[in-house]
């Protein structure tokens, strides 16, 4: 298929799950924010920081806004602020412009559903999302997340374009969860005494909520939640949907479909990737330093996702390549 | 009202569609109706506005409904008002569901729209079917010997049948094309000829398109339309069916691939998202079950034309292309364009890639060129016009431009160039001071306009939330050149829903019909 169709469906599922993400992340970050906890001298420890800080958006927020950081203002900016690339309204609005693009190689439902989504969105206001409450809005963008997974997913050819709306989904996935786990790098807590304590608990609770994992917790620990543990189930386990070993296992699977002689390279790193979740072990992450462990995985992602670039979707050819499918004809 | 509710359609009915039928066809109190302009609405009295003016092609001047009509009245007489209200409704809610669009140049307040769509067809005689069908068949043939000719020996030059510097002097000539043989000697592979009617068999074209025409995605999303909304109808009416356009494109595109291509790649290059016909390029795309392309997704090497795909580079051999001749190539025309490919014009001259429409044709659906179509057709074919030609004033020319000038509040001024409505003066619409800025332009810059008689186009009923009344038409029917030139037997009817108004462009508040052409 046309690479620049490839890569308008892989952006429009990357943009859909981000948005469905910064709703997980603004929506622990207001959970978070109503615990009795606070600082006011330190603005880094403050939750609302969290959601810029992960989405290296803190610095367009302050030249956007002067003075205290504000939830009023970390949510308007995040939510519907269509001059902020990164916010919720702009994400759907980018992954329907995508859709609208390549509207041939979707079905008609995708279209109707994603084009659906973005009048709905469009009709919004910040206030009228306020009047109804902010979790609700929350709500809906997963649930319309989900229910565009379900479209796609009931509905698509298995195609290659399927196969690169999956892509998208997942190495989008697999950065968000690395980023929400990497929040607690962020949050620091004020003293080594509050490790372990009442404020550390409803933090690592937020977060396993937030990536809709506290309930696979409870199954598979029955025990009370410790950063190991939170580790393990959102980097290493195989089994919950949203982990960095489910999504690059996902990852590689797909791009073994996709690759053929000339792009092995996005495979080779993919199974590197996976190989090293798939067979890595907790003592391993903490000895690393969970943040520096979570750089690495950031790292890795972001040069398959080079690769992704170069092989399928903004490819450049060399003459030689050109010549040689002159040839094959 | 008193109107019978919607029966069912009538099993075993035999179709109408004999002159027969014409007799016993009619109840006239929803001629009358009709007639008087506002239907379901209080019923005045006088005479009807417009009654002798204008052809109505469905009525007769006696209020008989006219016999290929027949089958139709009888039916739109068995539904409600309620009925077509929600038939019209679900269309223009399907319409905008579908995203099916087009965007306004210089409206800033969004994107797209829904093109209106009326749901009353507009239905066509066998015979004046034939008549187009054949005569927009002899312009295009006339048309590509014309340009084979003025980009070869230019005999028609030599002939004096048409002034050179009309030809050579143009501004879209391109010089070049000149002594290049494009595949099959075909420059215009699809044409929309634009025609008006005036009377039961009169018509005249108003121009020909031989660019990158479009609306042939409406001519068949209406289709799809109707048959949706009132599958009955067809079932009654023999109407000819019109959904092998794509395929007879998609046969004519592979018939002019370059020389020695076995199995050819065929794209539709589109200038992308924004352009207001893109609905219509990703439409042909997905109907012939090619690819839809961007400049950004061709590149050239070795004078070949690939597209960048996720296995890698793959040759393109005839690129069905909806981008103006300018900005194609960067390398050749416009050096700012990025909509276009480097290197594709060479790779066209070198016979490696076929564009179509060819480079270069715009020079003949110029509207200074137009007025020598018939002429053309003398010339190449040796037969005489079967669809006339409005007469044409040419405002270069000091006689005609002095006629012109005097008659402003009576005629139709166009810019030669101009498309889409935009830049044109309708005099007896207009007002003293539009007329008046109009002719300080014509002055300023003579050689850029024509003028044409106000033409009495047809009518048709169409369809309001208040009733029926008649509306402005015209007919673009779509030529297609390979092999061979034909027309699918049907055509986009555009209607001018604005009362009174002659100006049936989506972009100036027309809409769009289905068009029946009846079987024999």
Redesign the interface.
Known sequence: ??????NNLYWMSRHIERAENTARVLDVTYRMSLLPYRTPDQSWADPWAVPLVINGLATSYYERFTGALTSERVLRFMALDPTNPSSIYSCIQSAR?NA??V??AIT?EM??DI?GLWLEIKDRSHESVVARGISEFFDWVKMRSHQFRGVTFGTMLRD?AYQ?IRLGTFMERADNTARILDVKYHTLLPSVADVGGAVDYYQWGALLRSVSAFDSYRKVYRDAITPMRVAELLILREDVPRSLHACTKEIYEILRG?C?A?SREPERLAGELNAQLRYGRTEQVFTAGLHEYLMGVLDRLSALSDEIDR???V?V?S?Q???S??AV? | MGRKPVSPSHPGEPPHHTKADRRDAYEPALVQRLLEGKEYGPRRTGKPMNRRAFYNEMYGADGDVRSHYAPYARWLDEQTVEHLQQKQREADTLYT???ITFAVYGDETGVERAIPFDIIPRIMQPGAWKKINDGACQRLRALNAFLKDIYHGQDIIRAGVIPAEQVLGNKIYRPEMRGFDVPGDVYVHVAGVDVVQTGAEEFYVLEDNLRTPSGVSYMLENRRMMMRLFPELFSRMPVAPVDHYTDRLLDNLRSVAPAGVMNPTVVVLTP??YNSAYFEH?YL??QMGV????G??L?V??N?A??????????VDVIYRRVDDEFLDPLAFRPDSILGVPGLFAAYRAGRVTLANAIGTGVADDKSTYAYVPEMIRFYLGEEPILQNVPTWQLRKAEDREHVLAHLPELVVKEVQGSGGYGMLVGPAASRNEIEAFRGRIRHNPDNYIAQPTLALSTCPTFFATGIAGRHVDLRPYVLTGKTVSVVPGALTRVALREGSLVVNSSQGGGTKDTWVLEE
């Open positions: 298929m046309l690479s620049r169709a490839a412009e609208r693009t509207r041939g008609s279209y109707e084009n290659e690169f996709l053929d000339s092989h399928f979707l490819p050819y003459q390549q050109a010549q499918a002159a004809r | 569901r579908l995203g992308g998202s990703a795309a997905l690819e839809l392309v961007e950004q997704d590149f090497a070795d070949t690939y597209m960048r795909t996720t296995r890698g580079p793959q040759r």
